[in-house]
């Protein structure tokens, strides 16, 4: 059995559920010839390490913790040090469960370069370092014999990324889609209730579906993130600076009715058409005909545009166990490779 000894930088939504899923899942793990170590996981307060592994037991215990409360345990540290992490513990598979951050890209962006230059595969589930610095890092890990997943960082409840990576051949002409979560949500709420944007959002964030700061989303922030990465993917980069974005914010009741009475909804739709070199993420006026007037609630979906038919991909967009299943079979193969 190939052991692969994994450190986890974030223990937030998908940090619990790929603790719970490397536990529940082993068995399914072993049978593919891996055995997975935890031996090392994070907060933004402290973190907890132990060279031969953190028993199941131990890992239990961490999940019982609230947010930011690792240091809450007798054994750990209360402060964050990858450096002092990385020399006691020697991990195989660092994987960066951070948020996202899209001003500098940090603590991710110096994470997965430390990791990479420190010798580990990495698999992250956070978007802004590849925003940041996507062909650097894919360089890095290429020129250190490494691998860089990212698979969980668009649509991530799914394997979209590597479907799309798996088209190398096809010539892609335009990509068109639903790519944010809270977003479609919001849209949703606001059709079936009947009420302004700006009341479905407050909705969302009681409900816990958005974030106190709902903007990375409502604002096209993350949408345009995971625009830049497919493109990246594709192999045809676009500057996510470059992207146009329209708020969410703006939309008024009045225009929801009126879509309603067309027989139309409203989505946040992300889009790149390579021929006329446009990338943005708009507010549309969508009709059944349209593959996307079916994507609701928290469903994503893309259509790809290609020189041999049009693709249509559908998947949850996240969660924090379904992420983490994405993440961890990210996880799963790279340690393939090493087996
Ligand atoms: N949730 C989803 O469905 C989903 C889907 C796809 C992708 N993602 C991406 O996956 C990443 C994690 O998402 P999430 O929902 O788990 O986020 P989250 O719940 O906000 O958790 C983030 C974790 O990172 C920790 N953290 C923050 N700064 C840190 C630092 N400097 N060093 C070490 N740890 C630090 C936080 O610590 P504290 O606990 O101390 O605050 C927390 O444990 C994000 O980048 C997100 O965009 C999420």
Do not use: C
Not at 25 to 30: C, G, N, R
Not at 64 to 76: D, K, W
Not at 150 to 177: E, N
């Amino acid at each position: 059995m190939a052991e692969q000894r994994v450190v986890i930088v974030g223990f937030g939504n998908v940090g619990r559920g790929l603790v719970k899923t490397l536990l529940f899942k082993s068995s399914k793990l072993a049978k593919h010839g891996v055995n997975i170590v935890v031996v090392g996981v994070v907060d933004s307060k402290g973190m907890v390490y132990k060279p031969e592994g953190l028993r199941p037991v131990e890992l239990l215990k961490m999940l019982e913790t609230p947010r930011s409360g690792l240091r809450s345990l007798e054994v750990a540290k209360q402060y964050v040090d990858l450096k002092e992490l990385y020399e006691k513990t020697k991990p195989d598979i660092h994987v960066e469960l951070t948020p996202a951050n899209y001003e500098t890209g940090e603590p991710g962006l110096s994470n997965i370069r430390f990791a990479l230059n420190e010798g580990a595969h990495v698999a992250t589930a956070n978007k802004s370092p590849l925003v940041f610095d996507f062909k650097g890092l894919t360089e890095l890990a290429r020129s250190r014999g490494l691998v860089l997943k990212y698979t969980a960082t668009v649509m991530g409840a799914s394997s979209f990324l590597s479907l799309l990576d798996h088209m190398k051949l096809q010539d892609v002409y335009s990509v068109r889609g639903i790519l944010n979560t809270t977003s479609n949500i919001v849209l949703s709420l606001a059709h079936e209730k009947l009420v302004e944007v700006e009341r479905a959002v407050e909705e969302a964030i009681v409900l816990g579906i958005a974030e106190r700061d709902p903007s990375i989303d409502i604002d096209g922030y993350d949408a345009a993130a995971k625009l830049t990465i497919i493109s990246n993917v594709i192999g045809k980069p676009v500057d996510f600076k470059s992207i146009e974005r329209v708020s969410l914010r703006g939309l008024s009741l009045r225009e929801v009715v009126m879509a309603i009475k067309e027989g139309k909804a409203w989505k946040q739709v992300s889009s790149i058409d390579y021929r006329s070199q446009k990338a943005r993420v708009a507010l549309e006026k969508v009709e059944p005909g349209d593959l996307l007037y079916h994507v609701r609630g928290a469903m994503n979906g893309v259509v790809i545009e290609t020189d041999t038919g049009s693709y249509f991909f559908m998947g949850k967009g996240g969660g924090g166990v379904e992420t983490a299943h994405t993440v961890a079979n990210d996880i799963l193969a790279i340690a393939l490779r090493e087996v």
